[in-house]
């Protein structure tokens, strides 16, 4: 069985962040691969500015070359929109997987306004990663309120398959400033050499265009 971590998001655009999150993530966890879920359209973000999907998927796939990191649009081929039917199906497409979902602290310092997010937290184990500027707020959030009572020992997070969900741990990262809204502000015509991107999704092995 592998062992994968599920980190969403637009990747509006995929960035070293990422990577950088996903190859500490993978080494703490002792994961054999991440799976970048790239958004057809994240609900809680506006879509202006969005670049397509296809250029996304193709940026994010070059920026995880030479890694353990699958960027994959399979949300598009499922039809799903919010992250609790997302991982579902995917843990039905995927049995002989274990996975654990991954967020940033930003994440979690909005984790209550997703759609049935105790639903995600009763799915699969979460591991939340230090983002700066975003620890305490996350930590004084009204669904860490909840979880608290769910959290792990740090030293224990290579034994998440055995934890029985809802499951926290807290993973302390080196901070890491990069973010796709500065790379957005710096470049913001970053997209224009994947606008005719034909891109095969590894997990659906469907063309994204």
Do not use: C
């Not at 792990?152 to 796709?180: K, N």
């Amino acid at each position: 069985m592998a062992r994968i971590g599920l980190l969403g998001g637009s990747f509006n655009p995929a960035h070293g962040g990422h990577r950088a999150i996903s190859m500490f993530a993978a080494k703490a966890l002792r994961l054999d691969e991440v799976w970048w879920l790239v958004s057809p359209g994240n609900p809680l973000k506006p879509r202006a500015g969005m670049a397509s999907l296809a250029a996304r998927l193709a940026h994010a796939r070059a920026v995880a070359r030479r890694a353990p990191i699958r960027p994959t649009a399979i949300e598009q081929a499922l039809g799903t929109r919010y992250t609790i039917d997302s991982i579902k199906v995917v843990r039905q497409r995927f049995p002989r997987n274990q996975f654990i979902w991954l967020m940033g602290a930003d994440n979690l310092a909005q984790f209550g306004q997703w759609r049935d997010w105790r639903g995600i937290a009763r799915q699969m184990p979460i591991a939340v990663i230090a983002r700066p500027g975003y620890d305490s707020v996350a930590r004084g959030s009204g669904a860490m309120a909840w979880l608290r009572r769910f959290v792990r020992p740090a030293r224990q997070s290579a034994d998440w398959t055995d934890w029985r969900p809802p499951a926290l741990v807290l993973l302390r990262f080196r901070p890491d400033p990069r973010s796709a809204t500065l790379l957005r502000q710096a470049k913001p015509l970053w997209h224009r050499e994947y606008e005719h991107a034909r891109v095969r999704d590894p997990l659906t092995r469907r063309l994204i265009v």
